[in-house]
């Protein structure tokens, strides 16, 4: 989805001005680490994956996007999960007041000991996979230019541009049909691109790297002769 999420690349944004990091807080202000901790609990439970729960939070109009902070794009995320996975209903939270009842019996919620562990270990991404790579290292591959309304982790503005492989990650977990609730797994490239390839013409002479899936990449015929 090239939604108001993807702002890499794109024009008249105007600058960005990051606070310092050893000057930002972690959270600039209480209700900020209260939307952290309720995003980890509720994730927990077991109802949704961390692609599905960015999705949730890419499916905006794109104004409120920008509009919205950091955090609050988090709450928008995770009130729209909580809706479709059935644990509120919508009017509950136009209304403030939910019901309290008994948790359903599927889902999963782990003890004090539990959550250290899920925090201190993670998940990997990894998935075993039987199909070869499409791709060897030195190939020099295109990235399609994506129409889906879905969750995509190829940023926009590398969209129709060449590269270079330079590396094979291996199988992954790929985002957009995990953020669909399926477990699929894709062969993962890190891929090398020149500055005029994403930007055109630029005085500049750098590269950018990006981490890309075997879908959103088609092989560029090598010139005869």
Not at 74 to 84: D, P, T, Y
Not at 96 to 106: D, I, L, Q
Not at 194 to 214: F, P, R, Y
Request: aromatic share 8%; with cysteine.
């Amino acid at each position: 989805m090239n939604g108001g999420h993807d702002l890499g690349g794109r024009q008249g944004l105007g600058p960005i001005a990051p606070e310092a990091e050893d000057r930002e807080p972690v959270f600039h202000s209480e209700w900020e680490r209260r939307v952290f901790a309720l995003t980890l609990a509720t994730g927990m439970l077991g109802k949704w994956n961390i692609d599905e729960s960015r999705s949730a939070r890419e499916r905006q109009h794109p104004a409120a996007y920008l509009q919205n902070s950091y955090y609050e794009n988090w709450l928008e995320g995770l009130e729209k999960l909580l809706v479709e996975k059935d644990l509120l209903a919508a009017d509950e939270l136009l209304y403030k007041k939910v019901s309290v009842a008994g948790a359903a019996p599927e889902l999963r919620i782990p003890d004090a000991e539990a959550v250290l562990k899920i925090l201190r270990s993670g998940g990997s991404s990894t998935i075993e996979s039987e199909a070869a790579p499409l791709f060897n290292i030195g190939d020099r591959v295109k990235v399609r230019k994506q129409y889906s309304s879905g969750h995509s982790r190829a940023p926009s503005y590398a969209q129709g541009a060449v590269g270079t492989v330079i590396r094979r990650n291996g199988c992954h977990l790929y985002p957009d049909e995990v953020s669909q609730g399926r477990a699929i797994g894709e062969h993962l490239y890190t891929v090398l691109f020149a500055n005029q390839s994403l930007w055109g013409k630029t005085e500049e002479n750098a590269e950018v790297c990006i981490d890309l899936w075997q879908p959103y990449l088609s092989i560029v015929a090598k010139e005869s002769g």
